[in-house]
């Protein structure tokens, strides 16, 4: 099994940019398709971004398309999300989440590992 360790979170104004980090550990990184999820207060748990185990292919949701970036680095074992032209509505508990069955996935169920969270918020 692997773990997550999410980090990068913050308070940003509307229009900035951050990055967030999800460390892994455990067996090996790059047999995992991960994933980008976030959940606002009172709303379920929604994709935002996957990518492939090799990197070579991502998808992302479609209100974060063109502002958002996702990337692995599988010889560090970690995972980004590159966050620019931020908006309030992006405002969430960011997880990172592995899934060892498939190539890549945008539905929450398929992903057999989560981790903590890293929450974002930006300000209007």
């Known amino acids: 099994q692997v773990q997550l360790v999410e980090s990068g979170g913050g308070l940003v104004q509307a229009g900035g940019s951050l990055r967030l980090s999800c460390a892994a550990s455990?067996?090996?990184?790059?047999?995992?398709?991960m994933g980008w999820f976030r959940q606002a207060p009172g709303k379920e748990r929604e994709f935002v971004a996957t990518v492939s185990r090799n990197g070579g292919t991502t998808y992302y949701a479609d209100s974060v398309k063109g502002r958002f970036t996702i990337s692995r680095d599988n010889a560090k074992n970690t995972l980004y999300l590159q966050m620019n032209s931020l908006k309030p509505e992006d405002t969430a508990v960011y997880y990172c989440?592995?899934?060892?069955?498939?190539?890549?996935?945008?539905?929450?169920?398929?992903?057999?590992?989560w981790g903590q969270g890293t929450q974002v918020t930006v300000s209007s």
């Open positions: 455990g067996r090996t990184f790059s047999v995992y398709a």
């Open positions: 989440a592995a899934d060892e069955n498939t190539m890549i996935s945008r539905i929450p169920g398929l992903y057999d590992y």
